[in-house]
């Protein structure tokens, strides 16, 4: 650990499991063929992500209080996507052939998670992102979004996405599992009210998707990748000293 790096405890291993599982929920959207549907569903994806670490660290306000953190640019309007049928927001995925493997915008989707999981576990452990002004929130949300955006872009991350993609490439059945745990997810009303409000009502997950998420939290403790998470690590705290 360098010396402009504070010191954090890891994420539990149960958290990163969480996130992982949100993590093949957004990698699946990449092949939804419906359009503006894989954005709604790679959105709500992430906001159960940062759901769950907001309460593993004890905070009581929902996940939309710092979207300005995980939203993508632009895509206030995916909340008057409601109308469309549930039923069409998962439509069965029939290119999905495998989660990891040909297809590398899987392995980096579900990696991007993890550092977005990371970073906000790391940024509530010391402290940050408790005010109860959700304005100041939010403004503190993007802060940590655009340091978190300058930090991956100038960071190799191939061996953090090779691990992913290792990880997950031989785990059986895993495709129709993970749609599977979608459509029970994010397939009704009451799940997508709860994931706006950051209340954690989750079905359990389904076996394969259960494997794969632990593999992926067993490949993050290989030397080789811790090193590059704590790199991530300092590299965003110096890059929030500066902003």
């Known amino acids: 650990m360098t010396p402009d790096t504070e010191t954090v405890a890891e994420p539990s291993a149960a958290l990163v499991r969480e996130w992982t599982a949100c993590a093949l929920v957004r990698a699946a959207t990449r092949f939804l ?16 992500a940062v759901s769950r670490t907001l309460r593993a660290h004890g905070r ?8 300005p953190l995980y939203a993508e640019r632009g895509q206030g309007l995916l909340r008057r996507i409601t109308a469309v049928p549930r039923k069409l927001l998962l439509f069965p995925v029939r290119k999905w052939t495998r989660v990891a493997g040909a297809v590398t915008g899987v392995p980096t989707d579900v990696s991007r998670i993890l550092l977005v999981g990371r970073a906000t576990h790391r940024r509530l452990a010391l402290g940050h992102l408790s005010t109860t002004d959700h304005r100041e ?14 930090v991956v872009d100038e960071m ?55 494997t794969g998420a632990d593999q992926v939290q067993e490949a993050l403790e290989r030397p080789e990748v811790v090193r590059l998470l704590a790199e991530f690590d300092r590299r965003m705290d110096q890059r929030l000293r500066a902003s």
Do not use: M, N, Q, W
């Open 60 to 67: 009581t306000y929902p996940a939309t209080a710092i979207e």
């Open 137 to 150: 929130l939010a403004l503190e949300a993007a802060r940590l979004r655009d340091a978190f955006e300058a």
């Open 33 to 48: 063929p419906v359009p503006f549907l894989d954005d709604a569903v790679a959105l709500r994806a992430t906001r159960v």
């Open 156 to 210: 190799d991350l191939r061996l953090l996405g090779g691990a992913v993609s290792d990880a997950l490439g031989h785990v059986k059945d895993l495709t129709d599992a993970v749609v599977g745990y979608a459509r029970e997810r994010f397939g009704s009303d009451d799940a997508e009210r709860a994931a706006e409000a950051g209340v954690d009502a989750d079905p359990a997950k389904p076996a394969p998707v259960a």
